[in-house]
């Protein structure tokens, strides 16, 4: 059911800051270890931009909302699971005493916290690439790369430490590469990369425009007359913690990727408070959010139960 009180006093087992896979997988485990738990969600998943999922087993090929539909009605089928429309903005407490405030529901109470909030993209300020994120401009092969094997194919890295490892791993769908970069050839030698894949086009200008109206037609590249044939691109983008009290109250330790770094029963390093999905996780999937949100919630029953202790 759907709280919508002020103020609740009762004491959940857990609070789940964050409604989408990892969310709502750990909201089912618990569910069926009778914990009574309150899931926290705006309702803002941020693969909603995309018109299909993929490698997620009985699901393939779905839109990524009805299969989160899907999932919030299985999980609503548990009497001890409640959902908070709202929005997180503060956090306080410890190990069996936490307190949760919301934006308009006011304060909730828990022995145990989860995080399972996601990640927020941040998209670079390109004309036409919010029209086409998530569509024809994609983050992951494995998600979207089957759609657009063979096809010709741009990479968008300014990373790095991610450029050739981007184009040596999208070579596998495409072998008509175009690599979009601003990294300099002192720090990234065109040898380097054309090691990796002989015809890559390699392009340091930047881009102007996304071209296209339903999927990506072209580029328009800074100092060149014509705009680029392009089919898809792939898209290494800056992104962030939607939810940055883990950091910022709990002092949660971060991960190589500035992610919440957890150990293998997705604990934080602040006692009580667990993280779980694309939060934590590079691996940006359904099915991997949905893994590490069960590993989540049977581990909370774990610990609530003093099993290791």
């Known amino acids: 059911f759907l709280i919508t009180m002020k103020t609740s006093k009762t004491l ?9 896979f990892a969310g709502l997988s750990a909201s089912l485990a618990l569910g069926r270890s009778l914990r009574k738990v309150a ?8 693969n909603r931009f995309a018109p299909e999922s993929h490698n997620f087993i009985g699901y393939d090929g779905m839109k990524p909302l009805d299969v989160l539909a899907k999932a919030k009605k299985d999980v609503e ?25 919301t934006k308009n529901s006011g304060t909730l109470f828990a022995k145990r916290l989860l995080f399972t909030s996601g990640v927020a993209d941040h998209l670079p300020s390109i004309k036409g690439f919010d029209t086409h994120w998530g569509k024809s401009i994609i983050h992951c092969p494995y998600c979207h790369g089957y759609e657009y094997k063979h096809q010709c ?21 495409s072998s008509k590469l175009t690599l979009f970069t601003s990294i300099s050839k002192e720090d990234l030698p065109d040898e380097e990369l054309q090691s990796i894949h002989k015809d890559v086009v390699i392009i340091r200008d930047p881009i ?16 060149r ?33 500035n992610l919440i770094k957890v150990d293998q ?27 590490f949100g069960q590993i989540a919630g049977v581990s909370i029953n774990h610990d609530l139960l003093n099993l290791f202790h």
Request: with cysteine.
């Open 225 to 257: 007359s014509e705009p680029i044939p392009l089919d898809v691109l792939y898209a290494k983008v800056d992104f962030s913690v939607c939810c940055s009290l883990p950091f910022t109250v709990f002092n949660c330790e971060k991960n190589d990727f």
């Open 12 to 20: 959940y087992d857990v609070i789940i800051v964050g409604g989408s």
């Open 265 to 291: 029963s997705c604990q934080t390093s602040y006692p009580g408070v667990y993280a779980a999905g694309d939060s934590c996780d590079m691996r940006r999937s359904i099915a991997m959010a949905t893994f």
């Open 208 to 223: 102007l425009e996304i071209k296209g109206d339903d999927h990506i037609s072209s580029v328009v590249v800074e100092g």
């Open 39 to 46: 899931v926290i969600d705006a309702g803002k998943p941020c």
């Open 153 to 173: 194919t741009g990479v968008y890295c300014n990373e790095i430490k991610f450029a050739a490892l981007f184009l040596k791993m999208i070579r596998n769908w």
């Open 77 to 101: 089928a548990y009497p001890t699971v409640s959902f908070v429309d709202d929005i997180v903005i503060d956090a306080s407490g410890e190990k069996d005493d936490f307190q949760v405030v």
